[in-house]
């Protein structure tokens, strides 16, 4: 083993909101490091993943670049957000354009074809969902996109399977290019832990609150603090814009925000092999998505 090689490089994964970037991130990395869930536009800070790869020639690190959805910009918020996931893209080793075959959210997709197109770097199609989507319409559009961009490679995955992502896997590896590993082996995301466990809360409000809640809403760190006893008590804060949208998140009695408290704290205990105290507030604050500190804690850049 000592004298294998090692590689090391950064993929920046491109998709439509909803593609399932998160999905494959997770997949890829074997362990859950960015947030899915079915509601759009959910990724809203840039997570990183770090895939490992052991071939039978060489030792590969992929740094996956998970970005936001890209989407037309309208607010602040959202021109934030896209220009995030296009920093993600910059001087990557591999493009991996990443397609939802049933819901292709065209108006979405076809700008991300159109500046994938003019991009230097390696480029694969990855076709996601093959677990719902129909085989012939599939291939129609593989052959399409394959006319319009310059894909060095396409494969068909589930994300959520894991069907077909050790190929893809493998292929991603050999684009790699030589040289040291960037991060220590047992380190798998360099987002720090409190802004995951912000994501985790998020997480479990989608899923609790589903179309209820507009995608505007946040999550924001307050207090990390590590117990003498060995446990960790985190203080979160959500914000809304709207004092009903305050209410729906609390629930009758409170019964809301106790089931997602309830709920993230299970699965932060998990992820931090450690007891967690996890203390939620919830606040209205209609001006937070013009808000440049909550922009910046959320690894956004303030632009106007
Ligand atoms: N059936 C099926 N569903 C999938 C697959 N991959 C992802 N999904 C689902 O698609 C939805 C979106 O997945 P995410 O991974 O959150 O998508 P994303 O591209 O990160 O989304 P944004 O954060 O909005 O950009 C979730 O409900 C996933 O469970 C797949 O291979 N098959």
Redesign the pocket.
Known sequence: MTDTKTKCGVVAVL?A???????LVNQLVGQKVAI???K????RARMMGVALHHGDDAETQMILVDT??IFAPKRRLDRAMVSAAWEGAEAADAVLLLVDPVKQRRHELEPLIEQIAQRPERKILVL??V??AKKEPLLALAQELTGKVDFAEVYFV????GDGVPEMKDALAGMMPEGPWMYPEDQVSDASERLLATEITREQLYRQLHEELPYDSAVRPEKYIERPDGSVEIHQQIVVMRDNQRAIVLGKGGSRIKAIGEAARKELSEMLGQKVHLFLHVKTDERWSEDKEMFEEMGLDWKS
Not at 17 to 23: E, H
Not at 158 to 161: N, W
Request: proline share 8%; hydrophobic share 25%.
């Open positions: 998709g909101p909803n593609a399932g970037k998160s999905t899915t869930s079915a759009a536009q959910t990724t936001p959805g996601n969902k677990d719902v589930s994300a959520l399977t």
